[in-house]
């Protein structure tokens, strides 16, 4: 079976600090058939490559490259809320990706395209399929997705166009197929199924020192973007009061985003400065030493006053894998997979108080050790080679149909 998956989020190169969950799904598939990546491209990046056997290619949207900014950088939201460039090239993307998606299609003749995001490439892919079945289309949904279906009535209108041309769901959490399934007025039936995680890589990498980083008391790890949704403020808030109790501990921040510097000036005004750590992005076996080495991952997401909610982020995979110590709030999709107490330590959102009282548990537990076993077994069942298996099984109903 030949698979195209297409993707606005996909790295730029190897030790991009980009998400790469969409390389790790295809890299999976990659072991059952061939398979390939369509994604936006950016200077620097060459338009056609290998990696581990998926084909990379790459489309150009406006010219000329070095002034692309929609896609890459902080993410397409953050890009459109701070660029008027990028939002003058967002009809400029649309044509674009559908012309390359296209292409594609008349050249690889896939079984499947799976696209990822209904908006733009859900859409751009229903487009290139028109009235008549050329290709199977499976349509994975995550946390962005959610939140634009649930609080814009056009994306609902558009999400409903892509249903009638596609033949198969597949959601990051329960809580995107309940919005799925409202924007669209009918049950979707669509697959729930988190986004993967290379468990092996966590089991062999060596643990992160925090003397390493300046943190010889040990570290709280917070790995994502810098974005308000994802709650770095409140765990800074928190890490104030936890030190009331553990002085010695210091936070190390993996990632990047429009609210680093705005960070930075709340950890000085909290007297945080020598215990918090910006890192910036750093490649995917840095995150795995840093997990290894942490004495609990937090996880602080919250639902905004607008209602944007994360659907599942990556990082909740990869600390279950890590076998750490996790500390997360009950947000989108993240209950589904941390069970209090069993796989880790819950807490209601945007609330500082209650962030650090579960910090407080999950260091001082003396349960640690049976809860992060069960965290390994859970970030087995999450590994890539299970995941693609239920994808691959989800394609081959999409083809035989």
Same mark, same amino acid.
């Given at each position: 079976?030949?698979?195209?998956?297409?993707?606005?989020?996909?790295?730029?190169?190897?030790?991009? @600090?980009?998400?790469?969950?969409?390389?790790?799904?295809?890299?999976?598939?990659?072991?059952?058939?061939?398979?390939?990546?369509?994604?936006?491209?950016?200077?620097?990046?060459?338009?056609?490559?290998?990696?581990?056997?998926?084909?990379?290619?790459?489309?150009?949207?406006?010219?000329?490259?070095? &002034?692309? $900014?929609?896609?890459?950088?902080?993410?397409?939201?953050?890009? #459109?809320? +701070?660029? &008027?460039?990028? $939002?003058?090239?967002?009809?400029?993307?649309?044509?674009?990706?559908?012309?390359?998606?296209?292409?594609?299609?008349?050249?690889?003749?896939?079984?499947?395209?799976?696209?990822?995001?209904?908006?733009?490439?859900?859409?751009?892919?229903?487009?290139?399929?028109? =009235?008549?079945?050329?290709?199977?289309?499976?349509?994975?949904?995550?946390?962005?997705?959610?939140?634009?279906?649930?609080?814009?009535?056009?994306?609902?209108?558009?999400?409903?166009?892509? *249903?009638?041309?596609?033949?198969?769901?597949?959601?990051?959490?329960?809580? %995107?197929?309940?919005?799925?399934?409202?924007? #669209?007025?009918?049950? =979707?039936?669509?697959?729930?199924?988190?986004?993967? %995680?290379?468990?092996?890589?966590?089991?062999?990498?060596?643990?992160?020192?925090? *003397?390493?980083?300046?943190?010889?008391?040990?570290?709280?790890?917070?790995?994502?973007?810098?974005?308000?949704?994802?709650?770095?403020?409140?765990? #800074?808030?928190?890490?104030?009061?936890?030190?009331?109790?553990?002085?010695?501990?210091?936070?190390?921040?993996?990632?990047? @985003?429009?609210?680093?510097?705005?960070?930075?000036?709340? /950890?000085?005004?909290?007297?945080?400065?020598?215990?918090?750590?910006?890192?910036?992005?750093?490649? *995917?076996?840095?995150?795995? +030493?840093?997990? $290894?080495?942490?004495? /609990?991952?937090? %996880?602080?997401? $919250? +639902? #905004?006053? =607008?209602?944007?909610?994360?659907?599942?982020?990556?990082?909740?995979?990869?600390?279950?894998?890590?076998?750490?110590?996790?500390?997360?709030?009950?947000?989108?999709?993240?209950?589904?997979?941390?069970?209090?107490?069993?796989?880790?330590?819950?807490?209601?959102?945007?609330?500082?108080?209650?962030?650090?009282?579960?910090?407080?548990?999950?260091?001082?537990?003396?349960?640690?050790?049976?809860?992060?076993?069960?965290?390994?077994?859970?970030?087995?069942?999450?590994?890539?080679?299970?995941? *693609?298996?239920?994808?691959?099984?989800?394609?081959?109903?999409?083809?035989?149909?």
């Amino acid at each position: 079976m030949r698979v195209l998956l297409t993707a606005s989020t996909f790295p730029l190169h190897r030790a991009d @600090g980009t998400p790469a969950f969409v390389f790790g799904l295809a890299r999976a598939l990659a072991q059952r058939g061939e398979v390939t990546v369509l994604a936006p491209g950016a200077a620097g990046a060459p338009s056609e490559e290998v990696w581990d056997g998926v084909r990379i290619r790459r489309f150009d949207y406006f010219w000329p490259r070095t &002034w692309q $900014r929609l896609a890459h950088g902080d993410g397409m939201e953050t890009n #459109l809320s +701070r660029s &008027w460039l990028a $939002r003058l090239q967002v009809p400029a993307f649309l044509v674009a990706q559908l012309w390359a998606t296209r292409r594609l299609v008349r050249e690889l003749r896939p079984d499947v395209v799976n696209s990822h995001w209904i908006l733009p490439q859900g859409l751009t892919t229903a487009l290139a399929r028109g =009235s008549r079945r050329r290709f199977g289309h499976a349509v994975t949904l995550h946390g962005g997705d959610a939140h634009l279906l649930a609080t814009h009535p056009a994306p609902r209108r558009l999400a409903r166009f892509v *249903a009638t041309r596609a033949d198969a769901f597949l959601v990051s959490s329960e809580a %995107v197929r309940e919005t799925l399934d409202a924007a #669209l007025g009918r049950a =979707s039936q669509a697959l729930v199924q988190p986004m993967g %995680v290379d468990s092996g890589r966590f089991r062999a990498a060596a643990p992160l020192d925090g *003397a390493d980083e300046g943190l010889r008391g040990g570290y709280l790890l917070y790995v994502g973007r810098l974005q308000e949704v994802k709650g770095v403020d409140v765990l #800074l808030q928190a890490l104030a009061r936890l030190r009331e109790r553990h002085p010695a501990l210091g936070l190390l921040v993996i990632g990047y @985003g429009e609210r680093e510097r705005a960070l930075r000036e709340q /950890a000085e005004q909290l007297g945080l400065a020598d215990a918090v750590r910006f890192a910036g992005a750093r490649c *995917a076996a840095d995150v795995a +030493r840093a997990l $290894r080495g942490c004495r /609990a991952c937090v %996880v602080p997401s $919250r +639902r #905004l006053p =607008s209602g944007r909610e994360e659907g599942m982020p990556t990082v909740v995979a990869e600390a279950l894998a890590a076998g750490a110590r996790l500390v997360a709030t009950r947000t989108g999709g993240i209950e589904s997979a941390v069970r209090e107490g069993e796989t880790g330590w819950l807490c209601r959102d945007g609330d500082p108080e209650a962030l650090a009282d579960a910090l407080a548990r999950a260091l001082e537990s003396s349960e640690a050790d049976a809860v992060t076993q069960r965290a390994r077994a859970a970030g087995e069942a999450l590994d890539w080679s299970r995941v *693609a298996e239920r994808y691959w099984q989800a394609f081959e109903g999409v083809s035989a149909s």
